[in-house]
């Protein structure tokens, strides 16, 4: 068997020409791991929708009714930063099923990794940049309710504060929250993680790739979790366009590479998902979001997980 991936066509849906949202990087994303020759579109494995149930396990039900069914006011439909439209709405409760079922094969192989996920911003009764359902969140405690994991820790390396997922999760001792990101983003009023690491603007691959090693040489030992999430956001890299840090492409495939060596040299599951990321260039940004599956692919195989 090779690396469990996770995708479902429903995944870009069009936006208005010219919106800001790269909605199209999950196809492009896609596209580019079938011609490298890492996947085929027939091995991706394709998500259910996730139940109301499950949604409602990180979020006010009424919220969750009122947007799958569109009604939003325009001051809610402001703060997402996305216009509501039937085929979005499809394709975020798609995208939530995506990263449940990407978690529960990480759990069964050691490692997976889903094409989309990393929707940190969104809160337990709103959303929040581009954010609608916190995918994080909604493992976290899907995974400990049905007692799949007696600890999860969500690794959140997205250059913007995972907020939401903060918040959902602040009175949950088993799911620990970290938070890798550039303390001069957005949001501007940050939330409280279990462990915030609030990073320089500037910061290059040398320093951020030693703070990766440090936090996980200290936290796993510490929390012994049973299941790492993942979010491996590339809006870090130097040229992202709401990004203030510097890595490289080599950063970004050393970072995912560290992140996961971390994780299963513990013999600790580990399920990625692809965050945030902007670039005007489309399919450049697709690219680097593919470092994470290139480097799971790779330790999956140096690893024989099977």
């Keep these: 068997m090779s690396l469990p991936l996770v995708f479902h066509d429903d995944y870009s849906p069009l936006l208005p020409p010219g919106h800001r949202f790269p909605m199209e ?20 494995l394709r998500p259910e929708l996730c139940p109301t149930d499950v ?3 990180a979020h006010d039900r009424d919220y969750v009714d009122r947007y799958r069914s569109g009604d939003m006011s325009r001051e809610e439909l402001r703060r997402l930063g996305l216009p509501w439209s039937p085929q979005l709405a499809q394709r975020t409760v798609r995208a939530v099923g995506g990263s449940l079922l990407a978690a529960d ?6 490692l997976a990794c889903h094409l989309a996920g990393g929707t940190h911003h969104a809160h337990h009764d709103h959303a929040s940049g581009f954010c609608i359902f916190n995918d994080l969140a909604i493992m976290a405690l899907s995974l400990l309710e049905k007692g799949c994991v007696g600890r999860v ?29 550039c303390e001069k983003n957005f949001p501007t009023r940050k939330a409280r ?6 990073l320089t603007p500037g910061l290059g691959d040398a320093d951020y790739l030693k703070v990766v090693d440090n936090a996980l040489n200290y936290l796993l030992p510490l929390y012994q979790p049973d299941l790492v999430i993942y979010d491996a956001g590339v809006d870090v890299h130097r040229d992202d366009a709401l990004g203030l840090l510097k890595l490289s492409d080599e950063g970004l495939a050393m970072r995912d590479s560290a992140v996961i060596e971390h994780c299963l040299g513990r013999d600790i ?9 902007y670039d005007k260039d489309r ?3 697709a690219r680097r979001h593919a470092q994470l599956h290139i480097s799971a ?10």
């Design 25 to 44: 990087k999950f196809r492009l994303l896609r596209d580019h791991l079938v011609a490298c020759g890492l996947t085929t579109d027939q091995a991706l």
């Design 55 to 57: 949604l409602a396990l």
């Design 105 to 110: 094969l990480a759990l069964q192989h050691g």
């Design 153 to 181: 820790l969500i690794f959140d390396c997205d250059v913007h504060q995972g907020d939401g997922t903060a918040r959902i999760l602040e009175h949950v001792p088993d799911a620990i929250t970290v938070s890798l990101h």
């Design 193 to 198: 993680s279990d462990w915030d690491i609030g």
């Design 269 to 277: 599951p580990v399920v990625g998902v692809i965050g945030g990321g």
């Design 283 to 285: 399919a450049l940004l």
């Design 297 to 306: 692919a790779k330790a999956w195989q140096r690893h024989g997980l099977r």
